[in-house]
Structures are given as C-alpha cells and as structure tokens.
C-alpha cells in the first residue's frame, strides 16, 4: 500500500507541476515539443529522439491571451496562450497545433503572434473520412509535421523508429485500459481525482516511464482486496473534468468515476496504431480508425452509443456531461449525448467546465442533487 | 398633435429595380424547393460556399440555412426558433446562432401547420457540407442529419493555417472529394450529370463571380455611389443562384444602376458621406436598421466588407483542380489571419477608407480571432483606427445600440483628428 501511495503522489506531483518534468527533459539534455489537445502525433515527436508533452493550460486568471483570444475562447485554449505569452513553456523547441476546431484556426495565428519563440507547426486532420483520399492526404500531411521535426531534431525519423514507438504507444494504451478496468474494483483507493491524476499525467511524461508506473500501480491495486463500493458509480463524458476540485465533490457526495470518455482521459488510450504495413500509413489509419469523438465527423450516434455501452458495462448509475464552456464542438453533441442517455433510462448531468476558475457553488449543488437522484 | 405624429408618415424609399429582382429570384428559388418537394422530388440544403454548380447542373432544388437565417433575422423573426433551439431542444446558447435558428427551424418545419419564418424553408432530403466557412458547420449538420434521418455529401475543404497556397496534395484530396459527391449525388437521384452543362454553369458561374467584383470594385470611388450596407442585399445572388442567368441579369441591372449613380453623382447613401469605414464581419441582421442609422448620422459608409466578397468562387471552368482550389481559399475563414488581414490592409487603401468597424460576432470564433489577432497587421499597414464593437449575426440578446453609437462616436473621433491632421 505504502508502495502504491507512493507512486501515486509521484504522478499527483507531476500533475500539479508538470514545467518540473519540462525542466527534468531538458536538463538531461532531450529536447521537449508541445503537443496541443486532442490528437496530435506525438509518436512522431518521440521517433525523432525527443520528449513530447501535452499542453492542456492550468488552473490560471489569464492576464495577457485576452489580446489575442476572445473572451468567448475555452478555458483550455485561453490558458494555454497565456501561459505561452507568460514564458512558462520557454524550453520547448516548438508546438503541434491540430486545426480541430474554430478555435484552434483562430489560434494558430494567435500563437504566432502571442508566443514568438515556440515556433509552431500547424497541420490538419482530414474530416470526410469516407473518402478514400482522406488517408493520402492525411499521410502527406503528417509528412509535413515529419519533416519539420526532422528539421529540429536534426535528424532522420525511420520507419525502423516509428514502428519500435508505435509498439511503446500501443503498450501503453493498452495498459490504460487495463488500469481504467483494474480501478473500478478499488474505487476506495482510485477515488475520482486519483483516477484523473494516473490518466492526465500521461500527457507530461515519456511513455516507456508511464507505462512502467501505472504497471506497478495495477500491481499494487491487484495485491489488495477487492473493495465493494457501496456509493454512487458515474461515467465522465467531455473534454476534462478539471478543475481538481471538481472531483473532489464528487468523492465527497459518495460518487466513483467507473469510466470515462474524456478526451484528456481515455479517448487517448481507445484507439490503437494498427499493426502492419508503412508506419505513416498505420498513423493516418489510427484517425480513420477514432470514433465517438467530438472532434472527429460522424453522422451516427456513436458516441452516444458508446456512453451507454460504458455505463452498462461499468454498472455506472448516471452519466456526467463535463461540458467545456465555450467548446462549440462538445456543445454541438450534448442533445444526442443526453438523448441517448435518457432513451436508455439513464439520468444525466450537464457541468460547465471552465478550466480557470475556482469550483464554483452551482457545481456543487448539481452533483449533490445529482447523488440524491441516482 | 399627437394624432398629427401618428399620421405622418416618412416616404417609403422606393427600391431599386435590382433589388426587386432580388426579391423575385429569392422567392423562385424557395417556390422551386416547394413545388419539387409537393412532386416528391428531392430537394437539399447546402452550407454557403458549397460546390452548387453540381446540383445546379442536376436541376435538383438547394436551399441555404446560412441565407435563410439571416433573412429571417433581419425580419426579426429568429428569437422563437432560437428559443426552441436551446429550450426543448437544448442546444447551449454558445454555440452559432445561425446553427441554433436553423436547428429550431428545422424541427419546427416538421410539424406541416407551421408557417411563422419567412422565408420558410421546405424540409431537406439531403444535406450539402463544405467547411471553408468553419468548423461549426460540421457539427450543425452532424445534427442536421441526425435529426432529419437524411445523409450528407460532403467536402471537407481544410483550413489554411499559413499564408502559403495550399499545397498540391490538399487541393487534390478536395478535387478527388468533388468527383466522389458528383458519382453519388448522381446515384442519389438518380439523374445522370451532364458534363457539358456542368461547363456553362461553371462559366455562368464565373461570369456572375467577375460581374459582382467588378460591382464591387465601384464603391471605390469617393463619394461611394453605394451605401456599403446595399451589398447585403445582393450576396443572395451568389449564395443562392452563382451558376443562375437570373443572377447575371440581376448584376447587369445593379451595375446600370451604380453606373448612373456615377453619371449623376448621387449615392445610395442616404447622408453626406465624410467618412469612409471598412466593416469587418457577418451584419448584426436584426439590427441592421439601427446600424445604418447611427452610421448615416455620423455621415459614416461602411463602403466595403470582407463578408459580402466571400462568396466570389473565383476559377477556370472545366478545371476540376482550380475549382477545388476556390472553395479551399474563397471563405474569409479558410484562411489564416495575416492572409485575410492582410487582404483587408489593401482593401482599406484601395478604398481610401478612414477607419475599420469591427464586428465581434459572438457567433463567430473565427472572424473575431482575425480581429483581434490582425487588427494590427491593419493599423500598421494603413495606419487607421480599428474600433470593435459587440454583437451578434442573429442573437438578439448580444447587441447594444448604446455601445454601437459609443464606439461609432470614438471612431468617427479618431477619423476627424487623423483628417484634419492630413488637411493642415
């Protein structure tokens, strides 16, 4: 248990300061290349010999990125441009924009502007993935990404390494899944923010290290009983489920997260980089291949779907919409997502999510209410 | 007295004859929609920079939620189908408020004893997608299809995040989508495409694109022969009908009419105009009366905007290629910021104009990122005022006539200090 706590407060320490684990790359040397949410192909960054890491904002007032991003920005995108614009990425050797959103195309000008020093390299998902063309564009575009990395890195990104990190990529979503099963069984210990911490601090730390702590917390969380949770049990849907605050409400009205479809959390880990064939190939078949994803085109309900699918397999009492404020695509699915749910008898609740702010009273009246309905 | 206010009435302006023209082709192209529907034909609704050409060439009806939420608007009638957008069907109110009309609309339309929007809107049997506009339209008519059980063509038209031309591998993943959606919309109605009346709408098309700029391109003398705001009125013709002859009409007549302004040196305008402003951004349509108004008292034309150049699909005919390469560049939001803003710096000179008149559209993420990131490329390039104001293409909720007059009043200001400084 003692070996378990300690792991944990290492990746909780990670989390709350994840410019400690920039600092700790660079200083043995490796170069560190930001990632911006919510697909971005870090297994390029990694193949080329350097350290990729998740730019998901923090828990801050911005005081400078309203020059550049409207008041009517999310959180997330706010905070990172403010943090860019502050000098606290300062290390990094540049920064992967994906256009998934208005947001994001209004951003990659905002950053140029705002973070002059971070050179940025912009690329584009194709999104009318029926069409066969889609994965040759999609292999030339991340060709472009590849070889501005190349460029940094100085040197050659082989298939040889882009097949050996696929591997390391692949083992740890797989991992994931398994911690994500694994923590519903101790639902005493992985308590909503100790399940958020494992998951968010993947984005901060090389995949190999990850993957070998959350194989030992598994371990460690194999060793003891099972524990019979006897309160409530909610899947997450949305972007984040920050701030932290927000899921200490949670574990104090009796509520456990047995599973979540957080694009922080675990849409990052649900879709594998399919085996065989030319790597490049294998990465743009690995976003041909996502689903139930607010930032992905489908004209099904597959989301909604899979949302209904998670609460049945998890015996889950409700679903919780983590609705990012200012996230036009999330806000787009929330009526299919609380159709779908309602269809299926399954209560919902809709939380605003606005990263830089302090858990605000609503919030917590909804989940109290919430627990006494579920 | 009081009996006297109430009957004197102000002289209806008369319309021209372009705008009458206007008028009729709009109502053919909703009556088209109607009568192919009570046929049992299928009829589509289409995003505003869609590849129409193709449906134009298959005679299969298309109708555009973007126009339509906007003439609805600026009748004032957007409110009700708003509210049943983010009441029963719960749609957050952050998100477009042309998507949240529509989708309330189109709910509404279901029910065959509705009749409140004008113009109404027959139900669609499938949906047309490009998203050079954003990627909002995306996600609307996700839900579009979802709700009306009718499929989508798409054709994703990326994003120019850097200033280059896109790259010969972009502009052929769009020319291979444009070939998928002309072999299945043909399979979908089952009409065979005619390549060569595909031809003559493409050329119709780029006849009616040259006519517009070249209209355009008239507002640029001093006094303008055009209040700027008269150009709204005319971006149906490119939305609805750019591959129509009526449109080509339309335009011949508009440009008889500049013309003659021009000969006799009188304006549309309806005020001295001392100043010349470059509006950035969709119109605020349920305020634009009290736009104009306040704009008119302060002798201000909003000469040019960025909006209304938009739907100019500018290539060669018969170049699938070039045509790809249009819809990928021809939206002011497929492009980066310091393309478009760089865009607008030259308009603004090429227009001699004093100041830009900024609308930050709540709707619209994008157009107010471009402000706010690319107001300086502007003032650098220029050297005039940017002044921003708030509001909203269709929320009625967002726009306050006390600050529009406030900003307007600061801009004009700046504009007579920058005027008398150049005169001495």
């Given amino acids: ?78 905070s990172c441009l403010d943090l860019g614009m502050l000098g606290k990425y300062e290390g990094l050797s540049a920064a992967i924009m994906p256009m998934l959103c208005d947001t994001f195309r209004g951003m990659s000008a905002a950053w140029r502007v705002g973070v002059k020093n971070i050179p940025l390299i912009s690329f584009i998902h194709p999104q009318n993935r029926a069409d066969a063309a889609s994965k040759e564009f999609l292999i030339a575009e991340y060709g472009e990404v590849k070889k501005k990395l190349e460029a940094i890195a100085g040197c050659e990104i082989t298939a040889g390494a882009l097949a050996a990190i696929f591997k390391i990529y692949n083992a740890h979503n797989v991992v994931m899944r398994e911690f994500a099963e694994v923590a519903n069984d101790h639902l005493d210990v992985i308590t909503p923010s100790v399940r958020h911490i494992v998951m968010k601090s993947s984005h901060f730390m090389e995949k190999t290290e990850h993957t070998a702590i959350v194989e030992k917390i598994i371990d460690a969380l194999n060793k003891l009983p099972v524990h019979h949770w006897k309160g409530k049990r909610v899947i997450l849907t949305g972007i984040t489920a920050e701030p932290g605050d927000l899921l200490e409400i949670f574990t104090e009205n009796k509520i456990a997260v047995v599973g979540d479809d957080l694009a922080q959390e675990s849409r990052q880990f649900r879709t594998d980089i399919p085996e065989g064939g030319n790597p490049m190939e294998r990465l743009a078949q690995q976003w041909l291949d996502r689903k139930a994803c607010s930032v992905v085109h489908e004209i099904s309900s597959s989301r909604g779907e899979l949302i209904v699918d998670l609460v049945k397999k998890n015996n889950a009492d409700g679903v919780a919409v983590c609705l990012m404020k200012f996230c036009d695509v999330e806000e787009y699915e929330y009526p299919m997502i609380a159709k779908k749910s309602e269809d299926a008898g399954i209560p919902t609740l809709c939380l605003d999510i606005d990263q830089s702010t302090r858990i605000d009273e609503q919030s917590r009246t909804k989940i109290q209410s919430f627990a006494d309905m579920i | 007295m009081i009996m006297a206010e109430h009957t004197v009435q102000k002289p209806k302006r008369v319309l021209p004859k372009s705008r009458i023209m206007v008028a009729e082709q709009t109502s053919q192209v909703y009556k088209d929609a109607r009568d192919a529907k009570a046929r049992g034909e299928k009829i589509g609704w289409s995003t505003a920079i869609f590849p129409q050409e193709i449906c134009e060439t298959l005679d299969i009806p298309v109708l555009y939620p973007e126009n339509n939420a906007a003439s609805v608007s600026a009748k004032h009638l957007g409110d009700e189908l708003i509210q049943h957008a983010e009441g029963p069907m719960r749609f957050p109110m952050n998100i477009c408020s042309y998507a949240r009309l529509n989708l309330g609309l189109a709910d509404k339309i279901q029910d065959p004893t509705y009749n409140t929007a004008d113009p109404l809107m027959s139900s669609p049997d499938f949906l047309l997608l490009a998203n050079n506009s954003c990627t909002q339209l995306m996600k609307w008519y996700e839900n579009l299809s979802r709700n009306l059980n009718v499929p989508i063509f798409f054709v994703d038209c990326l994003f120019n995040y850097y200033e280059e031309k896109p790259a010969e591998y972009k502009v052929k993943y769009i020319r291979k989508q444009i070939e998928g959606y002309i072999a299945a919309i043909e399979n979908f109605s089952g009409k065979k495409f005619n390549w060569d009346k595909f031809l003559e709408v493409q050329k119709r098309s780029q006849i009616n694109s040259k006519l517009f700029d070249e209209i355009i391109r008239l ?33 011949k007549q508009l440009k008889e009419e500049v013309e003659e302004h021009i000969a006799n040196s009188t304006s549309s305008f309806p005020a001295e105009e001392e100043f010349r402003v470059h509006w950035e951004g969709i119109a605020c349509w349920p305020n634009l009366g009290h736009n104009l108004k306040i704009l008119k008292n302060y002798g201000v034309n909003a000469v040019i905007n960025g909006y209304v150049t938009a739907w100019n699909v500018v290539y060669e005919p018969g170049n699938l290629d070039s045509m790809a390469y249009a819809y990928a560049t021809s939206s002011t939001n497929s492009l980066s910021t310091p393309s478009i803003m760089n865009m607008r710096a030259d308009t603004i000179q090429n227009y001699n104009c004093d100041g830009m008149l900024c609308h930050v559209n709540r709707s619209c993420k994008l157009m107010t990122f471009h402000i706010f990131v690319g107001r300086n490329i502007v003032e650098e390039k220029t050297g005039v005022p940017c002044v921003n104001f708030d509001g909203d293409q269709s929320d009625t909720r967002v726009y306050s006539e006390a600050q529009f007059e406030t900003r307007v009043q600061g801009l004009v200001e700046i504009m007579k200090q920058n005027k008398e400084a150049r005169n001495g």
């Fill in chain 1, 1 to 78: 248990m003692a070996n378990l706590i300690s792991l944990l407060n290492k990746l909780d320490a990670i989390v709350a300061k994840p410019k400690a684990m920039l600092d700790k790359y660079l200083g043995e040397g490796k170069r560190v290349v930001g990632c911006f949410p919510i697909y971005t192909p870090a297994e390029l960054v990694h193949a080329a010999g350097m350290v990729p890491m998740g730019l998901w904002g923090g828990q801050i007032t911005p005081s400078l990125a309203g020059q550049y991003a409207p008041i009517f920005t999310c959180s997330i995108m706010r």
């Fill in chain 2, 219 to 251: 507002n640029a003398r001093t006094p303008a022969p055009l209040s700027g705001f008269d150009f709204f009125n005319y971006m149906s013709c490119l939305v609805l009908c750019r591959g129509k002859e009526s449109t080509t009409e339309i335009f």
